[in-house]
């Protein structure tokens, strides 16, 4: 079993992962409509990272970001996929793929975790929804 903190600090990396992947791809996004929807899912993204840092922290936890190597590793992907196709469908395609990946693994990472805590749990939660909700925005796209 997984401790919440462990949960917490999935949630922090997987908000992370998508901050990273919407500011490498937004350099791209040439369709106004679709750069206002990242903009607006970043802004979410920040509040899930500041949301369960501020949990692990006030556990006498310091949260733990994603490692050099994940970061340059999708950065890297990104900006390939969209360098040769940035069209709205492209992007949204990216983000899509990246945020049922998000889905998957939050949902594994929940089922196995021990949680007490209501703030965790609602705080999961928030992060599956999040997620869910930014695959049905990103469909209007394709």
Do not use: W
Not at 31 to 42: C, D, I, R, T
């Amino acid at each position: 079993m997984l401790s919440e903190n462990q949960l917490l600090n999935h949630i922090y990396q997987t908000a992370e992962m998508g901050r990273e992947g919407i500011q490498s791809v937004l350099k791209y996004t040439e369709e106004p409509k679709l750069a206002s929807a990242l903009n607006s899912q970043l802004t979410e993204y920040e509040q899930l990272q500041n949301a369960a840092g501020a949990m692990l922290q006030a556990r006498g936890e310091p949260p733990h970001g994603l490692g050099p190597m994940a970061k340059v590793s999708s950065e890297v992907m990104s900006t390939m996929k969209a360098m040769t196709d940035r069209s709205a469908a492209n992007i949204a395609e990216m983000m899509i793929q990246g945020s049922t990946m998000g889905v998957t693994k939050s949902l594994r990472t929940i089922r196995d975790c021990s949680l007490e805590s209501d703030d965790v749990r609602r705080l999961a939660n928030k992060l599956v929804k999040t997620e869910q909700a930014n695959i049905e925005e990103m469909k209007r796209f394709l």
